[in-house]
Each structure stands twice: as C-alpha cells, then as structure tokens.
C-alpha cells in the first residue's frame, strides 16, 4: 500500500536543522517505539513534508530538506515586539517567573487567537517577545523510515486525525 490522501501513515525520523551556513543541529527523533503516527493529507504537517512522503511504501527510507519558505517560514523581525509590562499583570501582580528570558508564554492577538511568543529580554517598563515559530528560518532536514501504510476508518476521517496514541497531537 502506497502513502496517499486519507491513508494513516507512521513513520520514524530525525530532524536536524540549520540556518544558512551554518553546522546541523539534532532537534528530535521519533524512534520505532514512538513514531509519527498522522492521516495524510488531513493539514495537520507541513505540506512540502508529506509531498517528500506521497507514494512511498512501508519500508521505504528517506532523506529530503525543506527551505524555510516551505518550512516555517522566514524569520520576520516585525514578530520581534516590545510589549509594556503592565500587560502581563494578572490580578494586579506580574509572575516574574512566568516572564523570565527563554520561557515560552501562550498569549492572544486582538482578534483572541493563540500566539505563543518566547521571551527575549525583560526590563522594568516592557517585555521583548519573539512570535515566530521556534523553527522560523531554519532549513529542515529530515531522515527516517516509513514503517505503516493503512486505510484510515471512518471515524478517523471524520475527525481529522489518526487515533493510535502516538499522532502528533
């Protein structure tokens, strides 16, 4: 059975990723005991990923980069945004835990949508947050194995998503 729309495919893979010029770095590994389980063409992963993946079998390996542009996206400095302190006040008090250098904070946009932003720098009077995605600018190189190919069931479709406890939900 061939990788193709509506199919559930597991796979396993290591990510490394790298900005222009620079050395690979490892990100993570989803091994045989804990693969990438998804419904294929559901838009749960980047499209360019299951492109590389379209029509492969169960044993079948594969190496293949996406560019930024395919990936994540660029890296937009306008997502690089000073917000004033007062906004991270929660009954009056501002968790400086919460607002420490490297934390990742879910937030919202105006329009009450989810923005995680990490924080960058904080001073007594604002916070520098970074909402690009963490992998924003980066060339993915995947590597890995295809190690199942099925019909999705009925209800797998009508929901969207593989159920197998190991999808990337």
Do not use: C, W
């Not at 329009?111 to 007594?124: C, E, F, H, I, N």
């Not at 970074?130 to 992998?135: A, I």
């Amino acid at each position: 059975m061939k990788i193709e729309i509506n199919k559930v495919v597991s796979v396993t893979y290591s990510l490394e990723v790298n900005t222009d010029g620079a050395e690979k770095q490892h990100i993570e590994t989803a091994g045989k005991d804990h693969p990438l389980t998804f419904l294929f063409g559901s838009g749960g992963l980047i499209p360019a990923f299951e492109e590389n993946l379209f029509g492969k079998s169960i044993g079948d390996g594969f190496a293949f980069s996406i560019d930024p542009e395919n990936g994540y996206g660029v890296y937009d400095p306008n997502d690089l945004v000073e917000l004033p302190m007062d906004l991270f006040k929660v009954d009056g008090v501002i968790d400086m835990e919460m607002i420490r250098v490297g934390n990742m904070i879910p937030m919202s946009d105006p329009q009450g949508s989810r923005l995680d932003g990490k924080v960058m720098a904080v001073t007594a009077e604002s916070v520098q947050m970074d909402f690009n995605h963490p992998l924003a600018g980066h060339h993915l190189h995947f590597s890995g194995e295809v190690i199942e190919v099925r019909d999705a069931s009925a209800e797998e479709l009508a929901h969207g998503h593989a159920h197998t406890g190991h999808n990337g939900h």
